[in-house]
């Protein structure tokens, strides 16, 4: 007879099993997260959105230190007279007397979008639209330093608000779509330089720099958007690989004379402009310029001081070379007082920070060593300190540091193991530790600028109770030494229940490519729980980061230069045939599958290396660099007509004969990113090889192929194809 009380305790220990449905479609693994805070200029409040049922969306003010709620400084009530209509997003001026607010937000592409703008009187309670919107919605609004200007974009036009007299002044004249962009960014620097904001008030708010791109001879690509009776046909500038990019030029409006004066950034006009940014100075412009292979990076500087009746000159302060690439940030600081600026870079083969002097004489490397800065989170000119965050301690995990200029020492400001990233306040007073590792979801606290923990804000207790009732195996790390010795990060979830005198066939989930690794100690979300889904259906899951992935060094990241795919196959290859060779892995039953970068690892692994890999699923895959667009790809390979053999010999198109497993092609079809046209090339070529593979196509799918019912579907499709073929 067994107690009531043991019954109980032997029910516990059941535990449940996963289900995409669960996954994918259910709130059940949702983590809690601290989002949408911003800091106050006191940096001892920061405000946020909440909602409520008697103001709508609300914009309150707390304390950092107690947690407690100070004010409401804006609801969807007090603006618009009525709650439901939405507060999507919002900015200060300087003072924080007065918010912009954006409503009926609409997106673009990756980062930009268009909307709805108010400006918002918080003493005075009192909102007026920044602009007549029957003449069409705004983009990028922003106030000006002391806030009596706002500075906008519509219609590839930049347009400024004076806001005490309601008067709009038109800055620009010739913005037009698909030929001249006015104060933002086209498709390729959005994506690839990671902005779309291209206007920037000065210091005194009495100028405005601003990017104008000529994007009319860049070729036009086009997609299918379904759901009419005729499909509508949406066109936009893309420019591929070694094929015209946009003309990019730098102007700075003068507002006492309403003129504007290009910048002169030299006669080459078929280079990069990756940034501008104003120093302390309001007559100093810093402009970047990059040439177009990527390798030689310049920092030029105006001085508005001098008469210049047409162009704003220019003199080169630092600049710096590589035999491969130079990879664009938003780390320039340029010090109080002219004292310089601080910079990073893998000059000395380590992503590090550096001081220099105006002159571009280095004053110091700030942090040395081999490992790399990950993040660089900013200077506290009060403490003297540089915050940051690096690889120092295991290139799995990431911690955040300070570290004073004038001192060889740093503090480690974090202490668990696995993945942290910091929002620090203003004058890093305090900071938001953001903490995961590979099983275990977020907890994130409140710490101080010395590290010391204030106060626990999300511990995700529910979640953690929630995954303790699954059946889930922990995510192992390890080590494998390729072909030519080199060891490679790796990891593997097993069975439960594991045996290793049995034989389990393994499912290898992949990227590969440069920026992104997937062997990492840190929690993976969703992607997580399917893998552990596998791992119950009896799947070994692993993973690896091969050569030119991160956080090793340049040499290691750079391993790959102009010829994307070939060490990284070569890795995948090893990788399979080490697990092949264990004696618990079914060597003929190796799958492999990646989204994106990782979709034309898959391919290239599924073809090259069809001895080792029985199955594959490539999503939304690169299939030739000629497809993918310019930056991206002459960063890593130069042009196709410099570097034909490098885009050719690794392009799974031209290994499709090898193929010899079942083959599973997934796209979205309005795929913005890596155009579906790939997939369509592939198709063609998998045909004329007579290859027999299986295919699906999501309509109107963008790159992330979201939406809906959409991932809930594509990853039951993804199980049923492994469940049938691996």
Same mark, same amino acid.
């Given at each position: 007879?067994?107690?009531?009380?043991?019954?109980?305790?032997?029910?516990?220990?059941?535990?449940?099993?996963?289900?995409?449905?669960?996954?994918?479609?259910?709130?059940?693994?949702?983590?809690?997260?601290?989002? =949408?805070?911003?800091?106050?200029?006191?940096?001892?409040?920061?405000?946020?959105?909440? #909602?409520?049922?008697?103001?709508?969306?609300?914009?309150?003010?707390?304390?950092?230190?107690?947690?407690?709620?100070?004010?409401?400084?804006?609801?969807?009530?007090?603006?618009?007279?009525?709650?439901?209509?939405?507060?999507?997003?919002?900015?200060?001026?300087?003072?924080?007397?007065?918010?912009? +607010?954006?409503?009926? &937000?609409?997106?673009?592409?990756?980062?930009?979008?268009?909307?709805?703008?108010?400006?918002?009187?918080?003493?005075?309670?009192?909102?007026?639209?920044?602009?007549?919107?029957?003449?069409?919605?705004?983009?990028?609004?922003?106030?000006?330093?002391?806030?009596?200007?706002?500075?906008?974009?519509?219609?590839?036009?930049?347009?400024?608000?004076?806001?005490?007299?309601?008067?709009?002044?038109?800055?620009?004249?010739?913005?037009?779509?698909?030929? +001249?962009?006015?104060?933002?960014?086209?498709?390729?620097?959005?994506?690839?330089?990671?902005?779309?904001?291209?206007?920037?008030?000065?210091?005194?708010?009495?100028?405005?720099? #601003?990017?104008?791109?000529?994007?009319?001879k860049v070729k036009e690509f086009q997609m299918a958007m379904y759901g009419s009776l005729y499909p509508d046909q949406y066109t936009f500038k893309y420019p591929k690989a070694g094929e015209t990019n946009s003309k990019v030029s730098i102007y700075v409006y003068d507002l006492a004379s309403n003129t504007s004066k290009q910048v002169d950034t030299g006669k080459e006009d078929d280079q990069y402009i990756p940034r501008i940014k104003w120093t302390?100075?309001?007559?100093?412009?810093?402009?970047?310029?990059?040439?177009?292979?990527?390798?030689?990076?310049?920092?030029?500087?105006?001085? /508005?001081?001098?008469?210049?009746?047409?162009?704003?000159?220019?003199?080169? %302060?630092?600049?710096?070379?590589?035999?491969?690439?130079?990879? /664009?940030?938003?780390?320039?600081?340029?010090?109080?007082?002219?004292?310089?600026?601080?910079?990073?870079?893998?000059?000395?083969?380590?992503?590090?920070?550096?001081?220099?002097?105006?002159?571009?004489?280095?004053?110091?490397?700030?942090?040395?060593?081999?490992?790399?800065?990950?993040?660089?989170?900013?200077?506290?000119?009060?403490?003297?300190?540089?915050?940051?965050?690096?690889?120092? $301690?295991?290139?799995?995990?990431?911690?955040?540091?300070?570290?004073?200029?004038?001192?060889?020492?740093?503090?480690?400001?974090?202490?668990?193991? *696995?993945?942290?990233?910091?929002?620090?306040?203003?004058?890093?007073?305090?900071? +938001?530790? @953001?903490? &995961?590792?590979?099983?275990?979801?977020?907890?994130?606290?409140?710490?101080?600028?010395?590290?010391?923990?204030?106060?626990?804000?999300?511990?995700?207790?529910?979640?953690?109770?929630?995954?303790?009732?699954?059946?889930?195996?922990?995510?192992?790390?390890?080590?494998?030494?390729?072909?030519?010795? %080199?060891?490679?990060?790796?990891?593997?979830? $097993?069975?439960?229940?594991?045996?290793?005198?049995?034989?389990?066939?393994? #499912?290898?989930? +992949?990227?590969? *490519?440069?920026?992104?690794?997937?062997?990492?100690?840190?929690?993976?979300?969703?992607?997580?729980?399917?893998?552990?889904?596998?791992?119950?259906?009896?799947?070994?899951?692993?993973?690896?980061?091969?050569?030119?992935?991160?956080?090793?060094?340049?040499?290691?990241?750079?391993?790959?230069?102009?010829?994307?795919?070939?060490?990284?196959?070569?890795?995948? /290859?090893?990788?399979?045939?080490?697990?092949?060779?264990?004696?618990?892995?079914?060597? $003929?039953?190796?799958?492999?599958? =990646?989204?994106?970068?990782?979709? @034309?690892?898959?391919?290239?692994?599924?073809?090259?290396?069809?001895?080792?890999?029985?199955?594959?699923?490539?999503?939304?895959?690169?299939?030739?660099?000629?497809?993918?667009?310019? %930056?991206? &790809?002459?960063?890593?390979?130069?042009?196709?007509?410099?570097?034909?053999?490098?885009?050719?010999?690794?392009?799974?198109?031209?290994?499709?004969?090898?193929?010899?497993?079942?083959?599973?092609?997934?796209?979205?079809?309005?795929?913005?990113?890596?155009?579906?046209?790939?997939?369509?090339?592939?198709?063609?070529?998998?045909?004329?090889?007579?290859?027999?593979?299986?295919?699906?196509?999501?309509?109107? $799918?963008?790159?992330? /192929?979201?939406?809906?019912?959409?991932?809930?579907?594509?990853?039951?499709?993804?199980?049923?194809?492994?469940?049938?073929?691996?």
């Open positions: 007879m067994v107690s009531s009380t043991a019954a109980i305790a032997q029910k516990k220990e059941i535990k449940k099993s996963l289900s995409n449905e669960s996954i994918w479609a259910s709130g059940e693994f949702s983590a809690s997260y601290v989002s =949408g805070v911003r800091s106050m200029k006191d940096g001892e409040h920061y405000t946020s959105m909440d #909602y409520s049922k008697e103001n709508g969306v609300e914009i309150n003010k707390y304390s950092y230190k107690t947690g407690e709620k100070v004010a409401t400084l804006a609801s969807s009530l007090s603006i618009f007279s009525k709650a439901e209509t939405n507060i999507d997003d919002y900015e200060f001026s300087a003072d924080e007397s007065q918010l912009l +607010i954006s409503t009926e &937000t609409e997106s673009i592409y990756r980062h930009s979008s268009r909307a709805n703008y108010y400006i918002y009187n918080i003493e005075k309670q009192k909102a007026f639209p920044l602009s007549d919107f029957n003449k069409g919605k705004q983009r990028l609004a922003c106030f000006s330093p002391e806030g009596n200007r706002v500075a906008f974009v519509r219609d590839n036009d930049i347009y400024v608000l004076d806001v005490k007299y309601r008067k709009e002044i038109r800055v620009t004249e010739d913005g037009k779509m698909n030929e +001249i962009i006015n104060g933002a960014t086209d498709w390729v620097y959005e994506e690839e330089f990671g902005f779309d904001k291209g206007l920037y008030w000065s210091p005194e708010g009495n100028r405005l720099a #601003y990017y104008k791109f000529d994007e009319t302390e100075d309001n007559d100093a412009l810093c402009v970047m310029r990059l040439n177009r292979h990527q390798n030689h990076l310049e920092f030029l500087l105006t001085d /508005i001081s001098k008469p210049q009746p047409f162009q704003l000159e220019t003199s080169l %302060i630092y600049e710096e070379r590589s035999s491969t690439y130079i990879e /664009i940030n938003d780390n320039l600081i340029f010090l109080d007082g002219g004292k310089g600026f601080l910079w990073n870079s893998e000059k000395d083969g380590y992503n590090h920070i550096y001081q220099f002097d105006m002159n571009g004489k280095q004053v110091q490397q700030v942090t040395s060593g081999e490992w790399d800065v990950i993040t660089f989170y900013g200077y506290d000119e009060r403490s003297g300190q540089v915050y940051y965050s690096s690889s120092a $301690k295991s290139t799995l995990e990431e911690h955040i540091y300070a570290k004073g200029l004038k001192k060889r020492s740093f503090n480690q400001l974090t202490e668990r193991k *696995g993945q942290h990233s910091a929002d620090f306040s203003e004058g890093f007073k305090y900071f +938001i530790d @953001y903490h &995961t590792d590979a099983n275990t979801p977020y907890y994130i606290t409140l710490k101080n600028g010395r590290g010391k923990t204030i106060r626990v804000l999300e511990d995700n207790a529910r979640l953690k109770a929630t995954l303790a009732s699954y059946e889930l195996q922990p995510k192992e790390f390890f080590t494998f030494t390729n072909s030519e010795g %080199i060891d490679l990060n790796c990891w593997m979830i $097993k069975p439960a229940n594991f045996d290793p005198n049995k034989e389990y066939p393994v #499912y290898v989930n +992949i990227y590969g *490519g440069p920026g992104h690794n997937t062997v990492v100690d840190s929690w993976e979300g969703r992607n997580y729980l399917f893998h552990q889904l596998l791992a119950q259906e009896g799947y070994i899951v692993a993973s690896v980061d091969p050569r030119g992935t991160m956080y090793r060094g340049k040499e290691f990241k750079h391993s790959t230069y102009m010829q994307l795919g070939k060490l990284e196959t070569q890795d995948f /290859i090893d990788f399979g045939k080490h697990l092949a060779a264990q004696s618990y892995v079914d060597g $003929k039953r190796i799958g492999i599958q =990646g989204w994106s970068y990782g979709g @034309y690892m898959t391919s290239l692994a599924m073809t090259k290396g069809a001895e080792v890999y029985s199955m594959g699923i490539a999503v939304a895959p690169v299939t030739n660099w000629r497809y993918y667009d310019s %930056i991206y &790809t002459e960063r890593f390979m130069r042009t196709p007509q410099e570097n034909a053999d490098g885009y050719d010999d690794n392009s799974p198109i031209n290994h499709v004969d090898k193929l010899k497993g079942p083959f599973l092609l997934v796209h979205g079809s309005a795929d913005d990113n890596v155009h579906y046209q790939n997939t369509m090339e592939m198709i063609d070529a998998l045909v004329r090889a007579n290859k027999q593979f299986d295919l699906f196509i999501y309509p109107n $799918k963008n790159h992330g /192929i979201y939406g809906g019912n959409t991932r809930l579907h594509l990853f039951t499709k993804m199980t049923n194809f492994i469940k049938a073929n691996l």
